[in-house]
């Protein structure tokens, strides 16, 4: 077990605190002080101060390991999941949280992921469209190839957690931008045989610059997502799909 | 106050509570799911291994069905299930995944052609069918004949939940997310709906429906170390215990899971061991066929765990500054497997640990998993004691666990139970109407106001931190894998110490909207309630069975103990529930209790379980030879499913006998 860290020493965080529900409140950054134990996340560190130091710090986790994508936040500038960051990861012991950008902020570092996911949803019509409805359960299931499967499976991954909206520079300046996180479920759905879509009706909702055609290849997604998720592959694959709808 | 009416409302946006919102909504009815939380982040999504159904499309899965499936299930829960409702699952599990594919799920899929697997610590070679290419295929899990779970890599409860939230997505099924449910409002006899809090603007809403389903999930959070996501924490349960008319099944059935990780608890699939990985103690042995030599790793969970305490009570753990723990070797797996069927939990070893499972051993132990016990309900899913109110999944206690899970069934329980009860569900909604008292939505709306206005401008001095440590510990120490009579007493009389102080919490935050100390309050006074349904189930079951492990009672006694625990808290100022309990009728059981398979059977039978045995054989002799499986079985023990869920599962197996006794006809 290779849990070490620094025994007994203090860490420094400074955390953003903003309640936009009290009027008149002004976002600021505040200071706590918390000493390290062996094994610490960011996870067990926000609920030791909140249980400790203050009890209305508002922050969101659900399982604690790396797989709900709920706690996503801005660690020392990097958008990551906190549950899965060992303090340890941090030699100066200075560990500054931010909330993500790009989101409605409920409070402090709790940010509303959830609507803008079902929002997203909506919009890009993000789920299977069978080919046919007709389908008896009691019989046996279609064959699918195995590689197809892996493959689906593959890019099904995503856990929602928003980070790869808020490490996208377009995103951050062209709001009705669909992100990294729709094009990724898009490209799952276009790969499955399943799904009765055509090129055409992908294109009526992501072959414009506000899909496929307004990424500027900046690899904020690829570069921070926590599932190693290929965006920029899949961008680039729909992409192309998309040039070819055109000729 | 808002005021919003429903048809079907369902407390929950797991798999289990999304899947009866699809039912009701495919009724035409209007329907609303409450949630903590966005819905894919449910714990639905932490099951990694997968879920049961006997398709048989494997070689090694080839011979499995229903009654395969039921015995399994029967035997794992110690003979404490409900019979008919182990049937009414196997029979409809199939049908389940099969459905799950036309909504999405990318079923790992069976590859034609000699396969490489580890078993018994062994490189074997399998050979799969050409017919059975690109069907679904199944791994091994422990207490299974058959390998017969089905899966997507490790992140099967990912894609299954992903796929259900797509598919209530296109139907338009709205998920008021960041609600909590607080109070059931009914009349006593029938439910009405609930009060519910938003969790942003701290606004109390009343929602009125015809139905309303507990899909809430487990309460592994009252203990200090659990797999549990940390929302797992009874509330739903604790929403029908107050009510002081609607019960509670088998509190104290609780499953500990042999491999979480030290020190943090977060599970690793039983797919690493039913894929081939080994437990090791702190010398590297591989202890467990010392202790069950048929089943080793591969024994029931609950056998596991206690096996492995007991390992560790012989000083055989590995010291840490946590207590000792045990070794998970997957390595002999090879890296291209880990990296592939067991990609999550590589990422937790690598994210938490550190390790590369691969390469390093992964410290483990058992921890606490799975609730057995929830919201007592009939077959349709409904309480007995009150009208209209509808428990899924792991809240309820449905009961086709009875006294231990099986690897696997818990997530087919939330899709497969959701899909039968969905029905029971929305034919309630159809044959009812609403009735609205709003004299009566008041009076519980009031009653929630008040106690928050207590907490805030109260005189208490609890913490409710403080106090939760304090219930989490107790659970932990006192009623935990191995049990007894003095530690049992002990938990209970500590948790009423705390149930009094609980009710003098004051906060120092005294906002009334996003409050994490108000919501914090709120949930620990009823989680306390739930956890003394637990210690005092315990206390009061002097036997072992399944995951209830007595040390003082070792026996299983089917003779005074083939019952039901009951548990229910009629008044609201006392310090501890009433308990009664449900008797298990052998003679209206398929398959009478017997001999389990693990270690010695020290069972005290029960006096009907011969008579029983006698009459099944009498039965059969007189439907004669030519009476095929499903006719036996409707003969020993006729069940019901909703009329759309009748059919019979068609199997590759029958296919090509069909196919080669039409060639024959030619």
């Known amino acids: 077990m290779s849990q070490e860290t620094a025994k007994g020493r203090t860490l420094t965080f400074n955390i953003f605190r903003y309640d936009p529900q009290v009027p008149g409140d002004k976002p600021k950054m505040v200071k706590y002080q918390l000493e390290e134990a062996p094994g610490m996340t960011v996870f067990i560190a926000l609920n030791r101060l909140r249980e400790e130091q203050d009890t209305s710090l508002q922050f969101d986790f659900v399982c604690r390991a790396g797989i709900c994508g709920s706690c996503a936040m801005v660690i020392n500038g990097f958008p990551t999941l906190a549950c899965r960051t060992l303090t340890a990861k941090y030699p100066k012991g200075e560990i500054n949280l931010m909330p993500l950008p790009g989101f409605e902020l409920i409070g402090d570092l709790s940010v509303n992921t959830g609507k803008f996911m079902r929002e997203l949803a909506e919009r890009l019509k993000l789920w299977l469209h069978p080919i046919s409805d007709d389908i008896d359960v009691h019989r046996l299931e279609a064959p699918m190839d195995p590689a197809e499967a892996a493959k689906l499976y593959e890019l099904e991954r995503c856990v929602e957690c928003g980070v790869c909206v808020s490490a996208c520079a377009t995103k951050q300046m062209r709001d009705t931008f669909v992100g990294a996180v729709g094009m990724m479920k898009l490209a799952r759905f276009e790969l499955d045989s399943r799904d009765g879509r055509e090129l055409e009706d992908f294109y009526h909702v992501i072959g414009n610059q506000d899909g496929v055609f307004g990424c500027m290849t900046l690899l904020g997604c690829q570069d921070n997502c926590p599932k190693d998720l290929p965006h920029m592959q899949q961008i680039a694959y729909l992409r192309r799909k998309m040039a070819v709808t055109l000729v | 106050m808002k005021l919003i009416y429903t048809d079907s409302l369902v407390i929950g946006a797991g798999l289990a509570g999304l899947r009866v919102a699809i039912a009701s909504k495919e009724r035409g009815l209007d329907t609303v799911v409450l949630s903590l939380i966005p819905a894919k982040r449910s714990h639905s999504a932490a099951a990694q291994g997968g879920m049961q159904?006997?398709?048989?499309?494997?070689?090694?899965?080839?011979?499995?069905?229903?009654?395969?499936?039921?015995?399994?299930?029967?035997?794992?829960?110690?003979?404490?299930?409900?019979?008919?409702?182990?049937r009414m699952f196997a029979h409809c599990a199939p049908k389940a995944v099969r459905e799950l594919a036309n909504w999405g799920v990318p079923w790992t899929r069976v590859t034609a052609g000699p396969r490489q697997v580890v078993v018994n610590a062994e490189k074997v070679t399998i050979e799969e069918a050409e017919s059975a290419h690109g069907l679904i295929n199944a791994r091994d899990f422990g207490g299974t004949k058959k390998w017969r779970t089905c899966y997507t890599a490790d992140g099967t409860g990912h894609s299954l939940l992903y796929a259900v939230d797509n598919k209530a997505i296109s139907m338009d099924i709205p998920v008021h997310e960041r609600m909590e449910a607080l109070s059931l409002i009914h009349d006593g006899t029938r439910c009405h709906g609930v009060v519910a809090r938003c969790l942003i603007t701290g606004e109390l809403h009343a929602y009125v429906a015809k139905s309303t389903t507990i899909a809430t999930g487990g309460y592994g959070r009252i203990y200090e170390v659990s797999t549990n996501a940390i929302i797992c924490e009874g509330v739903g349960q604790a929403l029908a215990l107050e009510t002081g008319v609607a019960k509670l099944g088998n509190m104290e059935a609780v499953q500990f899971h042999p491999t979480a990780i030290v020190p943090v608890g977060i599970l690793t699939t039983e797919g690493c061991r039913g894929d081939g990985g080994l437990l090791r103690d702190k010398d590297g042995h591989r202890f467990m066929p010392d202790y069950e030599p048929e089943k080793k790793e591969l024994a029931s969970r609950d056998v596991v765990s206690r096996r492995m305490t007991e390992h560790?009570?012989?000083?055989?753990?590995?010291?840490?500054?946590?207590?000792?723990?045990?070794?998970?070797?997957?390595?002999?797996?090879?890296?291209?497997?880990?990296?592939?069927?067991?990609?999550?939990?590589?990422?937790?070893?690598?994210?938490?640990?550190?390790?590369?499972?691969?390469?390093?051993?992964?410290?483990?132990?058992?921890?606490?998993?799975?609730?057995?016990?929830?919201?007592?309900?009939?077959?349709?899913?409904?309480?007995?004691?009150?009208?209209?109110?509808?428990?899924?999944?792991?809240?309820?206690?449905?009961?086709?666990?009875?006294?231990?899970?099986?690897?696997?069934?818990?997530?087919?329980?939330t899709v497969v139970g959701g899909m039968i009860i969905g029905k029971y569900v929305a034919d309630f909604c159809q044959d009812n109407t609403l009735e609205i008292n709003t004299g009566l939505v008041e009076t519980f709306v009031d009653k929630v106001r008040s106690e928050i206005d207590e907490l805030v401008e109260g005189q208490g001095t609890e913490s409710p931190f403080v106090i939760r440590k304090e219930m989490e510990r107790i659970m932990m120490d006192y009623v935990g894998i191995f049990r007894n009579g003095p530690e049992l007493e002990k938990a209970v009389a500590e948790l009423q110490e705390l149930l009094k102080r609980s009710r003098v919490i004051g906060l120092k935050c005294k906002k009334r909207h996003a409050n994490p100390e108000l919501v914090e309050a709120l949930r620990v006074k009823r989680m306390i309630k739930v956890a003394l349904t637990v210690a005092s189930g315990a206390a009061a079951r002097t036997e072992s069975r399944g995951a209830h492990a007595r040390e003082d009672f070792p026996q299983r006694n089917d003779k005074d103990w083939l019952n039901r625990t009951l548990s229910s808290w009629p008044d609201e100022n006392s310090l501890s529930p009433e308990l009664e309990y449900e008797q298990l009728d052998v003679m209206k059981m398929e398959l009478p209790p017997g001999y389990r398979g693990y270690g010695i059977d020290n069972a005290i039978a029960h006096p009907d379980t011969a008579k029983r045995e006698q009459e099944i054989s009498e039965i059969l002799a007189q439907l004669g030879t030519d009476a095929d499986r499903h006719q036996q079985q409707n003969a020993l023990m006729p069940f019901d499913v909703p009329e759309s869920l009748k059919p019979k599962n068609e199997r590759l197996s029958e296919m090509l006998e069909n196919l080669s006794a039409g060639e024959i006809a030619k």
């Not at chain 2, 499309?57 to 404490?80: A, L, Y």
């Open chain 2, 53 to 86: 159904a006997s398709l048989g499309n494997t070689v090694k899965g080839m011979g499995d069905d229903e009654d395969v499936h039921f015995q399994d299930t029967v035997k794992g829960s110690d003979w404490g299930c409900d019979q008919d409702v182990a």
């Open chain 2, 312 to 413: 560790m009570r012989k000083g055989k753990g590995v010291d840490s500054p946590y207590g000792p723990h045990l070794w998970l070797d997957i390595t002999l797996l090879g890296r291209k497997h880990v990296e592939t069927n067991l990609r999550e939990v590589k990422e937790i070893c690598e994210n938490f640990l550190g390790i590369d499972p691969a390469k390093d051993w992964i410290p483990v132990r058992p921890t606490q998993h799975y609730s057995m016990g929830g919201i007592r309900t009939d077959k349709t899913g409904q309480s007995p004691q009150l009208k209209g109110l509808f428990s899924v999944g792991e809240a309820a206690c449905w009961d086709m666990h009875g006294f231990n899970r099986l690897g696997g069934n818990s997530l087919a329980e």
